[in-house]
């Protein structure tokens, strides 16, 4: 099996060296940065599995680093902020992130949940010869699970793994509305809070890939106190 390859850009070298010393024991590769310019001219000339990106930095901030690398990358992308403010996490997400975690955390968290957004990365990419072609048809959108693409009005749209997931979650449900505890639990795998904003910010940013109007979308609608849903 390849080594994965891990990105990990943050100005403070104590931090940057303690990621690296538990991600090298899980035998990935580790390229560390402590700037943004410096990881994004590695990041457009290398193959990169996954990108660990500190909201403070010197030289750009890592809201407008994962906006960039989303440009043009669907690799995972995970923050790291010192703020616990949820508006940092959900502009975050908005911009691309896949998962955040706050400082200061435990490396052992860090770990596992590195190896969640790589193992949902990996099955986006591969294909699945012994399914059938799963699809889904609904008005001018049709979601293939096989090979995990979006096309809307003719247009492919370019999903990360966790809107693919999303998307196809709500889809696979047409007509029956999903509270956002089972659709979280569902696609992350992990346990919901009522604070937990991440469901929402997805949902958002997946609107937006769609190009649907904010008030009156016409796929993925909210049912406000309970969940979303598509009809």
């Not at 989303?70 to 992308?77: A, C, K, M, V």
């Not at 999903?178 to 639990?185: K, Q, S, V």
Request: aromatic share 10%.
């Amino acid at each position: 099996m390849d080594k994965k390859t891990i990105v990990v850009v943050d100005d403070e070298k104590e931090i940057a060296d303690l990621i690296e010393v538990y991600l090298v024991n899980e035998n990935y590769n580790i390229y560390k940065f402590y700037n943004g310019k410096t990881a994004l001219n590695f990041i457009n000339e290398n193959e990169v599995d996954l990108a660990l990106l500190d909201v403070m930095l010197p030289d750009m901030d890592g809201f407008t680093l994962c906006k960039t690398i989303r440009e043009r990358f669907l690799f995972p992308i995970m923050m790291v902020t010192a703020k616990v403010e949820d508006m940092d996490k959900i502009t975050g997400l908005t911009l691309g992130a896949d998962d955040y975690i706050t400082k200061p955390f435990n490396p052992l968290e860090l770990v596992a949940r590195i190896k969640t957004q790589l193992r949902r990365y990996t099955r986006y990419n591969q294909s699945d010869k012994e399914k059938d072609n799963l699809e889904i048809g609904i008005r001018a959108l049709q979601i293939c699970k096989t090979n995990r693409k979006c096309h809307l009005n003719g247009k492919e749209i370019a999903l990360t793994p966790i809107e693919f997931d999303i998307l196809w979650y709500l889809a696979e449900r047409q007509g029956k509305v999903i509270p956002t505890e089972e659709l979280f639990e569902q696609v992350w795998k992990e346990k919901y809070f009522d604070s937990n904003n991440t469901v929402m910010a997805h949902i958002a940013r997946l609107r937006d890939k769609m190009e649907e109007p904010t008030r009156k979308p016409k796929y993925v609608k909210t049912v406000w106190g309970v969940g979303y849903t598509i009809e």
